[in-house]
């Protein structure tokens, strides 16, 4: 977002013993700290960090492996630029993250808040994650199953105003990617197929059978997402943000029923409760339904924004800070914002769609100095 102070100490780690050195030092000492991938997901304050910032500049990954058949396994440092892997894994005839193309950030950074689009997610295809552990300062291999991947969020995500449920540091991740090959094959994911147009107008897609290769889809991503100012490009003020600001709210059915019929919304899977524990002295020979989570459905931010009257371009008055002129749900520097003009936009929307429609927007960006 091009706003915040430097920090106080900055230490730059380009392998994993310069990472895991520098975490066990600030960590003993006490001092306050903060690790920095790519600063993509980030809004910074306008003050100074009192602490140390430890920026992760590993890079490279590898082919391993362990797959099962039809699969390559990859294992990535967690400082690589992820988009440079993506184009890497296309070329290559891989399969499961091509739909993610542009995402800006580092490889270590898509396990924290699954990241995802168009139909994939980082769910699909991890595999596990090398980290370290604040508590123990020990580095140790943890299954992707282990780490509470939910929409956008891990129990590694600072979420705003809530401390992460495991605070550690990922140092690499692993994938499975399908092989493929490079040639137009179906696309059987309805969400991939209907982002790419595969259902409508463009269903001929690139052969004329309505088939897609991945490099047809990193190509075709890459226009959608650059359309909306979601690809990094000096050229483009709207892509000077920290991509979608708040997260799509996730609220149980019947709140979403009372929403007006034109917002968008996506019903999410029940949580079901598979296990009953009944003791053996007062089992009676029934055994009771099986119990779910009240269905939860999740709902169009950038909707419930321009709803509540808050257009493409939207600013506050004098404010350097305005939403996209492309995409609602972004906020973005229009050139010499500071992050409490930022904040102050932020605190605006939220604001106006609560007050619409009762609906408290989160923010998605990791903030440091700042609050709402």
Known sequence: MRVGAAPERMVDAATRDEIVSALRDVWSSGDAWFVLGGGSNLLAGDEPFDGTVIRLLTTGFEPVSGAPEGFQRVRIEAGQNWDAFVAWSVESGLAGVEAMSGIPGTAGAAPIQNVGAYGQEIVQTLISVDLIDEDTHEVSEVAAADLGLGPRTSDLKHHYGEAPARSAVILGITLDLARVGTAPREISDARLRQALGLDGARSAGEDGTGRASLSWIRR?????????????????????????FFNNPIIPEHAARALPSGCPRWPMEPVIDQEQIIPLDSWDGQIQPVSSAPRMVKVSAAWLIEQAGL?????????????????????????????????????????????????????????????L
């Open 220 to 244: 075709t991503v890459l226009e959608i997402r650059g359309s909306k100012g979601m690809v990094l490009d000096p050229s483009d003020p709207d892509s000077t943000s920290a991509g979608s």
């Open 311 to 371: 257009t493409k371009g939207f600013g506050l008055p004098g404010s350097r800070a305005t939403l996209s002129t492309k995409h609602t749900l972004a906020i973005t520097n229009r050139g010499g914002a500071t992050a409490d003009e930022v904040a102050a936009l932020a605190r605006f929307v939220r604001s106006r769609v609560a007050s619409e429609y009762g609906i408290e927007l989160n923010p998605e960006p990791v903030f440091v100095g700042v609050e």
